[in-house]
């Protein structure tokens, strides 16, 4: 009896220790993707700033109007390494435990406005029209009010639009659509981009991991994207949840709640059949 109860404890104990190297194994693994990916993600957008600051400096006198295209491209790469970057500091506190919620007072009009203004130039340059509005019934103009941490819901909100932006078509529209509960915020956000494959609908929230696919309409870059969305999201005591056609684009929807507990997803039943009949 002795015996058997010695050899299931070494099972155990052999099955622990396979699960544990197996753990050792992925973060290994996941550390030299994410040092790979930061060389691509960092490290190349200041080589090409650095190349194209050099050679608006070698202008002569007649090329000066060269100069205005090459500060788009500037401007582009530096948008570029500035999100990553945002995304990269939100992924390592989110990883190391040290990520806080500081809740105040915002104004969704005013957020709105800030980040379409923070997206004009992508947008305009592949001539996408950035369609935001409410279900309920207000103006532009309203204060629209909603009590949580405003630079997560802004990473948030910022992760999904540029996604949306990144693998949409050119002359589309991306579609930001909120919905005020009694005591939390739904928004959606829509494109008319390139679905996910079936096969890899699985690993998007995982961090660190991108699709196999060229395309991939949610994991950019490192694969933070939406790994940092649901993380924030479950911070502020929120969901996510994704609905996507392959090949028809892609809704993500995200609700906070303006306390700590956990949202009712049955008030939402009216407001999802008006979107699925309206998309």
Request: hydrophobic fraction near 40%; charged fraction near 30%; include cysteine.
């Amino acid at each position: 009896m002795q015996l058997l109860k010695l050899e299931k404890e070494n099972e155990e104990l052999v099955r622990s220790l396979s699960e544990v190297n197996e753990k050792l194994h992925d973060s290994e693994r996941l550390k030299g993707h994410f040092i790979s990916n930061i060389t691509n993600e960092i490290v190349n957008p200041f080589t090409s700033v650095i190349a194209l600051a050099e050679n608006i400096k070698r202008l002569k006198e007649g090329e000066i109007p060269m100069a205005h295209h090459m500060a788009e491209l500037i401007f582009e790469e530096a948008f570029h390494l500035d999100f990553q970057l945002k995304n990269i500091f939100a992924a390592a506190l989110i990883e190391a435990g040290k990520e806080q919620v500081k809740c105040s007072v915002i104004n969704l009009n005013d957020l709105n406005h800030q980040i379409s203004e923070y997206f004009r130039q992508l947008l305009d340059k592949k001539r996408i029209q950035l369609s935001i509005h409410f279900s309920n019934e207000s103006t532009e103009n309203d204060q629209i009010l909603f009590t949580s941490d405003r630079e997560k819901l802004d990473l948030i909100l910022k992760n999904l639009i540029s996604n949306s932006i990144k693998y949409s078509p050119e002359d589309s529209v991306v579609e930001l659509k909120y919905f005020m509960g009694k005591k939390e915020l739904h928004f959606e956000v829509y494109d008319q981009g390139k679905g996910i494959n079936p096969d890899d609908r699985k690993i998007i929230f995982d961090r660190f991991k991108q699709l196999d696919e060229k395309i991939n309409s949610i994991n950019t870059g490192h694969g933070l994207g939406l790994s940092i969305v649901q993380a924030y999201a479950e911070m502020l005591g929120g969901k996510v949840r994704l609905n996507d056609n392959f090949d028809k684009g892609v809704n993500v929807m995200v609700i906070i709640p303006e306390s700590a507990e956990a949202s009712d997803w049955d008030d939402l039943e009216d407001f999802l059949l008006d979107s699925e009949a309206s998309y």
